[in-house]
Every structure is written in C-alpha cells, then in structure tokens.
C-alpha cells in the first residue's frame, strides 16, 4: 500500500505550526498597526459635538372658527419631513448669515488666493456636512447634533439653527392668517367708502322724488336679490383671499427652488371645466327643488350627493395636474403641495359657485326690470346700501377673527435642551480606536503570517518536511556546519573532524540507513528534488562514514550532467571514469581511483552527449553486477529527480533510494513531485535525509551540540551554509 504523499487540507496543527513559525512577522504588523494607530491619535484633530434637543408638536389652532368656512386643511408633519426642514439650504443659509460665518471660516485660512475662492456656497455645503439631524426612536423628540474641531462653534451653530428652523416654522404656520389680515385690512376703507357713497345716494334720491316706501312686491325682489349678491360677495371674498394664499404659497414654495404651478393651468383644463358646469347645473337645480321640498327630501338629498361627487372629483383632478406637474415632490415641500392643492380646488368650487348663484339672481333682475321706474330705481339703490353694509359688518367680524387666530400661531417645535459647549471631543474615541487598533493588528499579523507563508516556496523546518511526505522515514538530520576555506577538504566533515556534532549526525545517518530494510542494503543511490540541496556532500561523508567503519566502500558519481563527486573530495578532474568503461570498455580497474583506507572512487569521466542511453545500457547493468560482487558499500550520487530520468534509472540498480532535502531551500512543489516520481517509477524510497539543519529547523538541532567542546554547550555560528 502506497504511503500517502501530500495533504493539502490544513489542520489545526499546521495553522498553529504555521504561526508559531511566522511568529515574528505577525509580532511585527501587530506593533507597527498599533504603532500607526497611536500615531494617528495623536496627530488627528479633535472633532467636537454639541447638540440641542426639539419636540415637535402639532400646529396650535385658533379656537373661532376660520374666517372662511373651508380651512386649508394640512396634516401634522412627519418627523421626517422635520428634519429635511432643518437642513434645508434655506435654515443653513440664515445660520451663516446670522453668526457670520463667511468671515470666520475666511479668517482660518492664510492662503490669500483660497480666501478669495472661499464662496457662500462652499460654507453652506461645509456647515451641512456638519450637522446631523436624528429622530429619537418612537417620539415626536428630534436632536440636532454639530460637529467641529471649534467647541465654541458647534454650540452656537446647534442654537442658532435651533431657532432659525423654529422661526420658520412659524413663518410658514402664521402665512395663512397673515394673508387673510393684510387682505381684509386692504378692503374695509375701500368697503366703508363705498357704503358712505351709497347711503348718501339713497338719501339724496328719496329726497328729490319723495319716494320713501317700496310695496310688498319690490320688497320681496329686494330681499331675494339682497341675499344672493349677500352670498355671492362673500364667495368672491373668499376667493380673492383664496388667491393670495395660493400666492403665498407659490412664493415659499419658489423661495425652496421648487417648481410652481399656475392657476391657469388648471381652469383651461378640459375636465375640471366639465366638472365645474357640472356643479351649477346641480346648485341650480338644488335651488329650485328647495323651494318646493324639504331639506331632508330624497329628491334633495340625491341633487346634494351629486354636488359631493362632483367637488371630490374636482378636487382629485387638481391633485392629479398638480403632481404631474412637479415630477419628485420633496418630502420636506410635501406639506406645502398639499395645500396648494387644497387652495386650488377651493377656488375652483368657489367660481363654479358664484357662477350658480349669477344664474339664480339674474331670474329677480329680470323681475326687477318689470317695477315701476322710481320705484325700480330706489330698490336698486337700497339693495347696494344693504350689500356694502353687509359686506362692510362682516369684514369687521372676520379682522377680529384673524388677528385672533394670527396671534394664536405658535411654532411647532419646542426647545427641550440648549446645547452647551463641549468640554470632551467626540472624535477620536481614544481607547474605541486603540481597541480597533489592537484588533485589527492581530488580523493584520495572522494575515500577513498566512501570506507571507503562502509567497515562501521554500520548506523551512522538520515538521514541514513530515507533513509533504507522511509515511516516510527521516533516516538522518544534518545540522549546517561552517565551511572552512583554509582546509584542503572543507566540505568532508566526517574526515575533517569526526567526533563533531556534524559527523556524529553523519554517523548515526549511516547506521539508520543499515536499518532502514532488512537485509541491510549494500548499494545506496543518493539524490534531491532540485540542485545545491546537498546530495553530493551527503554521499562524500556516508561513504567516509562506512569506510571508517572498515567496510570496504565505493563512491560512484553517476551525475553525468553536472559532477561534483572529485570537486567535494579535493581531487584533480579525472578524465577517466564510468563513461570510458561504457562507451571504449576501459577496465574497471583504471577507472578506480582509492582516496582513503576503505574507500574507493569512480567518478564519471568525460561528459556524454546522451547520458540516459548509457545508463540504459546493459554494459552498466554489468558493471553495477561486478562492482557489488567487489564492494560491502556502494553509494552513488545521482543527479537531481527534476533534472533528469537518470535518477529514476540507476536507483533500480540499488537496494534503495534515499532523497536529500535542504531546510530553506528545497522547493515545497519540487519536493511533492519528487515524491510522486519515486512512487510512479516503483523506486523503493528509504527514507529522507535533511541537512542544514538549525534551532528552527529542527527540535534535534539542540541534541548534537549538547556538551560538546570540553563539555560546555554550544552553538556554532552559520557564515556559510554546505554547499555541493
């Protein structure tokens, strides 16, 4: 059963091996986060708050009865519709005015050429972005917050504007009544001429004819005429107010940028035209079936429910001109649309009116015309003394009326709490922000740990190692030794200082290897997954290892691509070696070189052209026949698993193979391929052997220095690593 080679799944253990190993790169971003985070504290300007609180409240009524009987109706504001009021550039704009603003913000800034660019426009858009307006949840309670890095300016904005919104509230709230007022005060001295003029022609004319008397019959003419022009001036009084308020709100709603829409635009309309015939062919009619019926008659009732559908209709097509008009109404002008369109219905209703009631007092007129002349003349003159009297006696009423109602018209926003200068900023929260810092440098760090892990190809430790290849066996660990250039063999450890910590690792490598399968194998092919991963230093000290042993050793070098078996032992380049045997048959004996007590050499010779061809041949699997007849050990040095086929080739020759792997450099996608050639190819893998190892390497790191050199512990320096 083949071993399992590689998991690409993470474990808890992996992510903890991980961590631990990138430790420091997470302990770094964790300081530097924090680092910039109380740099930030620090040098960022304070942002203060001052808030003043509103109670919204409904519109405060009069309680007579409204001058006209029909009342603009309008619907309590939403909270809502409030705050867009608060913040509308109006408000802001009068803020600005009032506490001079342009000049403050002007005297902050040296640059003479940004003065000059600093417009009104530019301080309406700052001071907005300011303030911030907040319904409290469930209540008619708003709060208006202003943030600044000046105290003293965020208190006197919030208050100002605090007051600036509720005298606009009451601007719009007391607009109706102030109409009505300044209209009726307009009309009483042209009324109260006019009756003085009228009374004195009656006067004058009873005089000069002696008629003094009008006879039952001009005296009911009289009275009916009385009551329709009675009727008929106070719907033209209604109407004309009815106008300037629609005037008055066409102004405000101006004043916002809003689009306006025309009187005109409605009365040409075909349908409301038709509606409003309509109405007096039903007033007529209504009029004369009361002068037969009751009030309660069916006949009656059903004339007055047509009247009802027809104004509701009227009314809803005013409404439908008025929205088609305006495209998006505003929520914060909703309320003043809705009176628009009260405003405009009434008046339609009212002209419908009058023109029903023109209709019935021209019947009497025709009557009139039928009475004798004087008397004919003085019941036209009495009925004009009656009408102005009338008209001059109501007007009266009503001023009281509407002067009442005007002075009872309060804001609809009530003062709860004054804002007060601030003696805290808002921003930055210190310790919020120091907190968020904190959090965010350990994500930060684990992040920068698992990316820095990722981008890191090379396979750093032992652990690491185990997890790419489960089920394979370390047959030895290889601490890094220093390369010394003084010495003739610097990279021959074992023969240079064999009771090291190094040899002895060497050592205890070679007889793992004994170990590794039984019976012991004889003939040991060493390769790795990419070059400069030690192989070749490996191969020169196991087979030193053995020959110290006194087992009679050979050292083979069968990388016929780049060799590096005589450079490794010191030797001269030989140009005599397997190549000569294979290709011209020269004798394995001239191919032998002996470099120490137990120890022989073949090293490749001259370079093929072909080398896979050679080693394929059956000259070599003659020559490994004879050489394991000759030899207890052979180790070979073969090149790299990526480099070429020849590792996969020679190693069927052996007892087995052994993969070297250098901590920090082997490739972690070299190693899982290496594996899976050795596994594809049938090799038998003894084991691994893992070299430059150090105390992050490898926990067996600490083992090989422990006492050593006169029994103190030790660690060596690393200037170089081994190379091949």
Known sequence: MEPEIYEDELTLEDIMHIFKKRFWWFLLTVIVTVAITITYLFLTTPIYESSVTLKIESQSQSSITDLFSSQLSSSRPEISTEVELIKSRTNIEKVIDDLGLLDYFKNKIEDEKAKEELTKYKIIQTVSEMITVSPVKDTNIVKISVQSDDPELAKNIANKLAEVYNEFLKTLSKNEYTVKREFIEEQIPKVESDLKSAEETVRKFKEKNQVFLLDEEAKNILQFLLQYDSQINAYNLQIQENQATI????????????????????????????????????????????????????????????????????????????????????????????????????????????ESLTILRNTYQEKLSKLPLLEQKLLELERDVKIKENLYTLLLEKLEETRIAEAGVIGTAKLIDN??????????????????????????????????????????????????????????????????????????????????????????????????????????????SGPSEGKTVSSANLAISYAQNGLKTLLIDIDMRKPRVEKALGLERFNVGVVNHILKDVPIERITQNYIENLDVIPVGPIPPNPTSLLTSKK?????????????????????????????????????????????????????????????????????????????????YYYYYYYYEDGEKKKRKKDKKNKI
């Open 247 to 354: 005037k008055a709100l066409n102004d405000l709603i101006k004043k916002v940028d809003e689009k306006i829409i025309s009187s005109e635009t409605i009365t040409t309309n075909p349908i409301v035209s038709n509606l409003k015939s309509k109405l007096i062919d039903y007033r007529i009619e209504l009029s004369g079936l009361l002068q037969t019926y009751s009030e309660t008659d069916p006949k009656v009732l059903e004339v007055k429910e047509k009247i009802n559908e027809a104004e509701k209709l009227l009314k809803d097509e005013v409404s439908k001109i008025v929205t088609s008009q305006v495209q998006t109404i505003n929520p914060a002008y909703q309320d003043m649309y809705l009176q628009l369109i009260e405003a405009q219905s009434k008046g339609e209703i009212l002209k419908s009116t009058i």
């Open 419 to 528: 804002a007060i200068t601030p003696d805290k900023p808002i921003k930055p929260n210190k310790k919020l922000t120091a907190a968020i810092g904190g959090v965010l440098g350990i994500f930060l760090g684990i992040l920068v740990a698992f990316i820095i892990e990722y981008m890191d190809k090379s396979i750093k430790d032992e652990e690491e190692i185990k997890r790419m290849a489960k089920g394979r066996t370390v047959l030895g660990r290889i601490p890094t030794f220093e390369i010394k250039k003084e010495l003739e063999k610097p990279e021959l450890i074992v023969l240079n200082s064999p009771t090291s910590p190094i040899s002895e690792s060497i050592k205890l490598t070679a007889t793992n290897i004994n170990y590794a399968i039984t019976p012991e194998p004889k003939v040991i092919a060493l390769t790795s």
């Open 620 to 700: 070599f699997k003659e020559l490994m026949e004879t050489l394991k007849e000759r030899y207890d050990k052979i180790i070979i040095d073969l090149p790299p698993i990526l480099a070429a086929a020849d590792a996969l080739i020679v190693s069927k020759y052996s007892d087995g193979l052994i993969l070297v792997v250098r901590a920090g450099k082997t490739q972690k996608h070299s190693l899982k391929v290496a594996l899976e050639n050795i596994a594809t190819s049938d090799n038998n893998l003894l084991g691994l052997i893992i070299n430059d190892i150090n105390e992050k390497s490898s926990n067996y």
